[in-house]
């Protein structure tokens, strides 16, 4: 079975520009989380989605942050413009769900912002 | 105070070492709790979920004390591949509905312990 799959793996960008984030969670998953990890932090969450409903946005940054998972499917997460603190890593999970379901993470898109 | 706290380390030790971490939560409500295992530039993957009357897989052990607010890893005659950092999970007391349907409850992740098995 395929796991959570994101692209790019990598992105390098210039303060102010624009960049765009993709995952396609585990086919079946339902729930669908984006995440923030800095260096030596735990990932923090952004956004989660139930199907395609967003039911927790509160820590996204909403003036510059966008999400969306239109399908319920796979999900773009968007920064427009990105600034220097934004610099990290972005990981994508997804779950079937409940209290005790476990989140399967994908391979992360690194950010480098200059 | 934060809702998941971990002691940082890094925990340095010899291979065959027994190693134990602690986190501490804030909410009281929490009822899920996990530990996860991340290696260095990869993803969080899940190692083991926290049971009240705590649980065994192998040579881990986790613990749950919910009067102190602190779950714990144990990890017994430790192997190189065992270096890593260890994230604790707590779910954070926010339940989630979606039209009067019951999704579940947040998640939250402490910064992670991170450990190094030395040969």
Redesign the interface.
């Given at each position: 079975e395929a796991g959570v799959v994101q692209s790019p793996r990598y992105k390098i960008i210039e303060k102010k520009q624009p960049v765009a984030f993709w995952c396609n969670p585990i086919s079946g998953h339902n729930t669908l989380y984006w995440y923030l990890q800095n260096l030596g932090q735990g990932p923090e969450l952004l956004i989660r989605y139930e199907n395609e409903e967003a039911v927790d946005d509160s820590q996204l940054p909403k003036d510059r942050f966008s999400a969306e998972r239109l399908k319920g499917v796979d999900s773009t997460l968007k920064i427009q413009p990105a600034e220097l603190g934004d610099s990290a890593v972005y990981l994508c999970a997804s779950s079937s769900g409940g209290d005790q379901e476990t989140q399967y993470f994908g391979p992360g898109t690194r950010l480098l912002v200059l | 105070r934060k809702e998941?706290e971990q002691d940082?380390g890094p925990f340095n030790v010899p291979e065959g070492a027994t190693v134990a971490f602690n986190c501490t939560y804030s909410n009281s409500a929490s009822?899920?709790f996990f530990w996860y295992r991340q290696d260095c530039r990869?993803?969080?993957?899940?190692l083991m979920?926290v049971y009240s009357s705590g649980n065994e897989d192998g040579r881990f052990t986790a613990q749950l004390n919910r009067a102190s607010q602190y779950i714990s890893l144990l990890i017994r005659d430790s192997k190189l591949s065992d270096s890593a950092t260890y994230?604790c999970v707590v779910?954070g007391g926010?339940t989630?509905?979606?039209r009067g349907f019951r999704?579940?409850?947040?998640?939250?992740?402490?910064?992670?312990t991170r450990l190094s098995v030395l040969p």
């Open positions: - | 998941v940082p009822q899920s990869k993803e969080p993957k899940l979920s994230l779910n926010v989630y509905r979606v999704y579940g409850q947040n998640f939250v992740f402490g910064p992670g």
